[in-house]
């Protein structure tokens, strides 16, 4: 690859090219211009093959010099060089640690001197300061005392009276607070007696289970009067096919007994009734007219039961031949009748004075715990606006005392200061307006933060009330659909 590039080159430089003598015309050469042109291209060909040898002799100079074993090799050159290049960087390596180590070792001694010349000239400084302040400060309390002795004792008189503020306004916050207690515990009181309502609305369910317990009692007795009446009529067939020739005296029975049944069962569909309304309608209202209903069934059996008696009597003395039998049955009948009606009579007493206790228990009790809930109401919204009535009067005039007595004594102090101590102690004063001004805008921040908690506490107690409160009406209201859903029922 080297020997034709240098070949290339040697080509391109015009060595070997052969100069070409001007153009003749073919008729005018000659043996003797071919022999010389021969000639010629032989020299021109022994030329060429000379420098090849001289190209071939540089080239192989050339690449003994390139790779070569010697040490004057380009590649010797490069071995050396890469070792002494490797030489170099050690010993610049061993030089960079020795120089690391010892700027470590310089770093700590300096690091060590700036410490000593630091405190040494913090201690210096700092007595000579301290002692310049102190110089001052007794020039300073020595002036003050003798020129402005007056208006700082009226500074002290006006900060004594701050002093005082502050004690009664700690004062006012601890009523406050304790005020703030009272009302939680009112609350709390609130709470133990909607828990009171809950518990005494409970006994409601109870009451409506005992009445249904009685109307199941009072139909039970309906059906055995039923059954009663059915045994009577089966008495009346039987009767009525023993004895057919006294067809008249058993339909003049029947008629009554139909009257009396007619009458029992209008009795009791008007007893049903009045039993079906009095689930309805008022506890007192009810038992009042089940009480006439009961009376005017009573008077209803009792006239049908003369009825039949009458009846059974006369019975008795057509029908001699089947009087023991008859008898018998007229009997037995009578007392089954009498016995469901003095039953039915009973358990109607007893129901209605079940339920005019009952009722008239539920209505005291509602109208305790209403009047109860009603009475804490108000003695509680009292309380409290009593409460805020007060701590925002007293708010108000503890701000505004502070506020005028704060802005007399800033203008005590203010109006005592000549046109000398606003000259010479002008630093001072503008320090001390700072002072006051910071005083005041902390004071300001302080009110600001007790009013926004105060409003916040009287909020959420506002809240808490008016929760409570939706509450117990929810309730009261649950309370009163219970119990008018329980009378419809």
């Not at 059954?227 to 009554?256: C, M, Y």
Request: zero cysteines; aromatic letters at 4%; a negative charge.
């Amino acid at each position: 690859m080297l020997l034709s590039i240098a070949f290339k080159v040697v080509v391109s430089t015009g060595v070997l090219t052969p100069k070409v003598a001007p153009t003749e015309d073919e008729d005018q050469l000659s043996s003797t211009d071919f022999y010389a042109l021969m000639k010629q291209q032989s020299e021109g060909i022994a030329v060429m093959q000379q420098s090849i040898e001289q190209q071939t002799q540089t080239m192989a100079q050339m690449a003994k010099a390139i790779g070569g074993d010697g040490e004057s090799s380009l590649m010797g050159q490069f071995k050396l060089l890469r070792t002494d290049l490797n030489d170099n960087h050690k010993e610049l390596s061993r030089t960079v640690k020795d120089q690391q180590a010892e700027f470590g070792a310089f770093q700590e001694r300096l690091w060590d001197q700036l410490q000593n010349f630091a405190e040494m000239l913090s201690k210096s400084a700092t007595e000579t300061v301290i002692n310049a302040l102190k110089d001052v400060i007794k020039d300073f309390n020595r002036n003050l005392t003798e020129q402005f002795g007056e208006n700082f004792k009226q500074l002290n008189a006006a900060v004594e009276r701050l002093v005082d503020w502050q004690e009664n306004y700690r004062l006012q916050l601890e009523q406050m607070g304790a005020q703030y207690s009272q009302g939680v515990q009112a609350i709390t009181a609130t709470e133990q007696s909607v828990s009171h309502i809950s518990e005494k609305a409970g006994v409601i369910p109870e009451v409506m289970a005992l009445l249904q317990s009685v109307m199941e009692v009072n139909q039970h007795q309906i059906g055995e009067l039923d059954r009663h009446l059915t045994a009577f009529s089966d008495v009346r067939d039987r009767a009525v096919e023993a004895v057919p020739e006294i067809r008249k005296q058993i339909d003049a029975t029947l008629a009554g007994a139909q009257a009396v049944s007619r009458e029992i069962n209008e009795g009791m569909g008007e007893v049903a009734k009045q039993v079906e309304k009095v689930l309805s309608d008022s506890a007192v209202e009810s038992a009042r007219q089940i009480t006439g209903s009961a009376n005017e069934l009573r008077s209803a059996i009792v006239t049908g039961s003369e009825e039949f008696v009458s009846n059974s009597h006369a019975v008795n003395s057509s029908l001699q031949s089947t009087s023991d039998v008859l008898k018998t049955h007229a009997d037995e009948s009578r007392q089954m009748l009498r016995d469901a009606l003095d039953e039915t009579n009973s358990v109607l007493r007893t129901m209605v004075t079940d339920m005019k206790e009952e009722s008239g228990a539920v209505t005291r009790k509602l109208g305790e715990v209403g009047e109860s809930v009603m009475r804490e109401t108000d003695a509680i919204q009292q309380n409290f606006s009593r409460h805020l009535e007060r701590m925002q009067e007293q708010l108000r005039e503890s701000i505004e005392s502070s506020v005028k007595e704060q802005r007399e004594s800033t203008q005590k102090v203010l109006s005592g200061l000549s046109q000398h101590a606003e000259k010479a102690l002008g630093d001072t004063g503008e320090s001390l307006k700072k002072q006051i001004e910071n005083l005041d805008r902390a004071l300001e921040h302080e009110l600001t933060k007790v009013m926004n908690h105060m409003g916040q506490s009287l909020a959420t107690i506002s809240g808490k009330f008016t929760t409570d409160y939706k509450g117990l009406v929810n309730e009261m209201d649950r309370i009163v659909r219970y119990q008018r859903s329980g009378n419809s029922v």
